[in-house]
């Protein structure tokens, strides 16, 4: 029986609800003598440190060791471009750490760090992106990317228009918060285990803050409960400061963050500001465009660059745009570091697309969903409309179309835009909104060299299998499509197979597991693996059958001749005769993605190996008097080419569609005029929850949608459904409008019932100004 597209529950899931799943955190009550790890924070978002004196933390009872820079044996930085100091002698946002206590209880390094005597000189602070513009602040390369001619698509437009739009950020808010526990052994090599989506850049960041070579650092993940991107890159410094801890006092360190602790010190979606130009013809063609991007990316470059780059790369959608700038620039302010988060800058730009094509759609007085129709890649036949502007070709260029028409039948569109019609007529003070959006998305990283993955599966006597891999597990289900991997390429019941701990002593120099590339990469190097295991197996079935190798079938844990199918043998069998001849029962796996090239400095070539597609429909009511509302029905198809994990696939559709509506219309991240988060906690910080969810939502997988040359004809899934929420921001936009005379509606974003009230207020007096 296949394994593989069978849609079978997450590999934990058990364990998830019953509480026996382990998670870093869970692991320092079997270590004897743990020291727990307690921040000194600073209390302004930009300040020079003038004296630091840790005396005063060995009055409390339980204190052991203060870390500062002094005690740092390498390279005092816990990022990978020099510009992260784990101690800073320059504050760079507000609850910045300037030390770490380690004591003998969480409690005591608290109290412990609340002693510790630091004078700081507080320096001006860059908070906004508007600041930082005005004043030139700005971190990494100016990128640009280019198409056609400006000038030329600007002269043949019958409209031009202008605008602005600010996106707020979001907090990843994981279920386990930043943790790290970190163990030295007696020939001084350190074992670090991480909550961390690249194990092995944690090792590398350690290793260069213990002055160690790499082979002296072993990292392990577990599991992790949540990551989004928010542990790409900055679970590195706890891991950092655990593993430093360690090193010093030759005992086991643990660090592991409160709620508030996370939020004050970790970094988040980066707001971005764009500000545009547009043409168009009377049918809502767009001609011309041009844009920058502005992104607020905090203290240090972390990920910012290539955030901003996938958002330029984004800035098109589903759209042909024939003569097309677009620039962008990363503000340095003096907040947490903005990092990685689902979509990486994708949903950004595509938003802001978004935003234009509905301006373009409602100052003409057309229906959206046909400007956004008219605006599509395509046909295929016509090389130039099947191109982006960084010069990629755009393969399956067709399934937008299909998509976009089979969920306008699926869901009714037409005959719901009428009820809606009807309704807001017959109802002065509430009014519902319809919108379809859709979503093209690029899947692999940005940077050409992280398109790798390796593997190692081990076959025991018992024909039981470990597989071993870079891809770590947060949740997304990426156990769960391995362990089908493995279960189809070896033959064997998914029961036969056992997914092993993330460590990088197994498999050396993995890439994150991000940009939804973690089944892609990782599931094709078990695969790897797993085929020279079988091919060896093979031969030796092979001679007991008396056929060619090629003529062997496993299946079901059984192994036959296709000639005779009555006679089999057990795999295990198989496997014991193999070793009695002294045929090697492991085997490591690599893949590497084909066909990838990007210069960076032009922003063109094929960064992408493939594009993931989808569509959503959603309906909302809006109550006029306070700008409430309510998500009515929504309706998704997304493309997922042969779905891997059925089951898991949806979940991750409904999942992110979900992350992206609390993005969008709850999740309302500020800072306060000091440069502190003001929203640092659940009670202020608006998450989306069953409450959110549609009376009616349906999801649906793309049938027959199989990929070429990647693991058994699957596509990702983790970040291309976030962008189907844009449907309900333009969906909110359809009800406000109705409250008014007909034209553009600006809607802040994130779209909270307050922006939602003022936008209505908006409407009401252009209704009432149009009506003088």
């Not at 002094?70 to 946002?93: R, S, T």
């Not at 390429?489 to 993330?502: D, F, Q, S, W, Y």
Request: with cysteine; aromatic share 8%; hydrophobic share 40%.
């Amino acid at each position: 029986m296949k394994v593989v597209g069978q849609a079978i529950p997450h590999e934990s899931a058990r364990e998830h609800v019953t509480g026996r799943a382990l998670y870093t955190d869970d692991l320092w009550p079997r270590y004897p003598q743990t020291l727990h790890a307690w921040p000194v924070q600073a209390p302004h978002a930009h300040a020079r440190v003038l004296r630091l004196e840790p005396a005063p933390a060995y009055r409390v009872p339980g204190v052991v060791r203060v870390l500062t820079a002094q005690e740092v044996p390498g390279l005092n930085d816990a990022g990978i471009k020099g510009d992260e100091p784990l101690f800073p002698a320059e504050v760079m946002y507000h609850g910045q750490a300037v030390a770490w206590v380690l004591a003998e209880t969480e409690e005591a390094a608290r109290l412990g760090a609340a002693q510790v005597v630091v004078e700081y000189e507080p320096l001006p602070a860059i908070l906004t992106i508007q600041e930082a513009i005005a004043q030139g602040s700005f971190q990494g390369a100016t990128l640009q990317v280019r198409r056609g001619d400006l000038e030329q698509g600007f002269g043949a437009s019958a409209r031009v228009l202008s605008g602005a739009l600010y996106l707020g950020g979001q907090e990843h808010f994981y279920l386990e918060t930043q943790a790290s526990l970190a163990q030295l052994d007696e020939t001084g090599h350190i074992l670090v285990h991480s909550s961390t989506q690249h194990p092995s850049e944690t090792q590398e960041v350690v290793a260069q803050v213990l002055g160690l070579p790499r082979s002296q650092v072993t990292v392990q993940c577990i599991r992790m409960g949540g990551g989004f991107g928010g542990k790409e890159v900055q679970a590195n410094p706890y891991a950092a400061v655990a593993a430093l801890g360690a090193y010093l006092t030759r005992r086991p360190v643990r660090v592991r963050l409160s709620r508030l602790l996370d939020i004050t010190l970790t970094g988040k979606r980066h707001p971005f500001y764009a500000r545009w130009k547009v043409g168009c013809s009377e049918e809502g063609r767009l001609l011309a465009l041009q844009i920058e991007l502005f992104s607020d990316g905090g203290w240090s470059q972390d990920l910012s660059e290539p955030v901003l780059a996938r958002a330029l790369c984004h800035i098109d959608n589903a759209y042909f745009i024939p003569h097309l700038e677009a620039t962008g620039r990363v503000c340095k302010t003096h907040k947490t570091s903005q990092t990685a988060f689902r979509g990486f800058g994708g949903p950004q730009g595509m938003v802001f697309i978004e935003e234009i094509l509905t301006q373009v759609a409602q100052t003409l007085g057309l229906p959206p969903e046909v400007v956004r129709e008219r605006n599509f890649y395509g046909p295929s036949d016509d090389p130039q409309t099947c191109t982006t502007h960084y010069g990629q070709e755009i393969k399956d260029v067709e399934r937008i179309r299909l998509i976009w028409n089979e969920l306008k039948s699926s869901a009714e569109l037409e005959r719901r835009r009428q009820e809606v019609a009807l309704f807001n007529a017959q109802n002065p003070h509430r009014k519902r909104g319809l919108a379809i959006t859709p979503v093209k998305f690029g899947i692999s990283f940005n940077f050409t060299t992280y398109n790798q993955a390796g593997a190692l599966v081990l076959v025991y006597q018992d024909g039981s299998v470990q597989v071993n891999h870079g891809g770590t597990e947060m949740g997304q289900g990426l156990y769960t499509k391995i362990q089908q991997i493995a279960a189809e390429a070896l033959g064997v019941p998914l029961e036969a197979i056992r997914l092993m701990p993330t460590r990088t002593d197994k498999v050396p120099n993995t890439s994150a597991t991000a940009a939804s590339t973690g089944a892609d990469l990782n599931g094709a190097a078990v695969k790897d693996a797993c085929e020279k295991i079988k091919a060896r197996l093979a031969g030796v079935a092979a001679q007991r059958f008396g056929v060619n190798p090629a003529d062997v079938v496993f299946e079901d844990g059984q192994v036959w001749s296709i000639w005779k199918p009555d006679e089999r043998l057990a795999f295990a069998e198989v496997v014991r005769a193999a070793y009695a001849q002294r045929v090697q029962l492991f085997a490591d796996g690599f893949y590497r993605t084909p066909g990838l090239h990007w210069d960076k400095t032009r922003m063109q070539g094929k960064p992408f190996h493939y594009f993931a597609y989808g569509a959503a429909v959603s309906e909302v009511e809006v109550d006029g008097f306070t700008g409430q509302y309510a998500l009515r029905r929504v309706d998704i198809l997304h493309d997922v080419g042969d779905s891997l994990s059925p089951l898991v696939d949806l979940g991750q559709v409904e999942g992110g569609f979900i992350q992206g509506l609390g993005w969008l219309t709850l999740e309302d991240l500020r800072w306060d005029a000091e440069g502190r988060v003001a929203t640092r906690s659940a009670s202020t910080y608006k998450l989306p929850s069953f409450s959110e969810l549609p009376p009616v939502f349906n999801a649906k997988l793309l049938p027959k949608a199989t990929e070429t040359g990647v693991v058994y004809g699957s596509k990702a899934v983790g970040e291309p459904p976030l962008m189907l929420a844009i449907s309900v921001r333009e969906a909110l936009r359809d009800a406000v409008a109705a409250f008014g005379a007909g034209g553009y509606v600006e809607l802040a974003s994130p779209a909270t019932p307050e922006a939602v009230y003022w936008a209505i207020e908006q409407v009401r007096q252009g209704a009432l100004v149009s009506g003088d």
